[in-house]
């Protein structure tokens, strides 16, 4: 894995070969960080054709109501639309609770655009949600 990002909110790393890029969330942080973390990603990630996301969100307490409209109505839809994207977060039970990752893969499958380009799902381990990109 190839480091792209590292910064005190989060780890950035990609694996080109597999089409792989992860985002590891070291600790909580405010829209900002949150945002500016995604748009580099989101450059590298359009910039090297990765497809496969793997979000490990344990460490993000949670996700703001406008933080989650952000990443699916603006952030989302500059994704190159000539490949299909998937996206595995993992979570713990709390984050579950707080619902901000199952919101936006709600908000995803209720955008018909959006739906046809990506796909969501939501685990509790690394593992499931890495045999889930494979």
């Known amino acids: 894995m ?19 890029v992860e985002v590891i969330w070291l600790r909580h942080c405010e829209e900002e960080e949150f945002r500016e973390v995604l748009r580099e990603t989101v450059r590298h990630v359009n910039a090297q054709g990765a497809t496969k996301w793997l979000c490990d969100m344990k460490r993000l307490q949670y996700v703001l109501l406008g933080d989650q409209n952000w990443l699916v109505r603006e952030l ?20 579950l609770e707080l619902m901000s990752s199952l919101r936006v893969h709600e908000l995803v499958r209720e955008d018909p655009a959006l739906r046809r380009r990506l796909e969501v799902e939501v685990f509790l381990g690394r593992e499931k949600a890495t045999e889930w990109l494979a």
């Open 2 to 20: 190839a480091h792209i990002l590292q910064s005190a909110y989060a780890t950035v790393a990609a694996d080109e070969e597999n089409e792989l």
């Open 76 to 95: 989302l839809p500059t994704l190159d639309p000539a490949l299909r994207h998937r996206f595995a977060y993992v979570v713990t039970r709390s984050n």
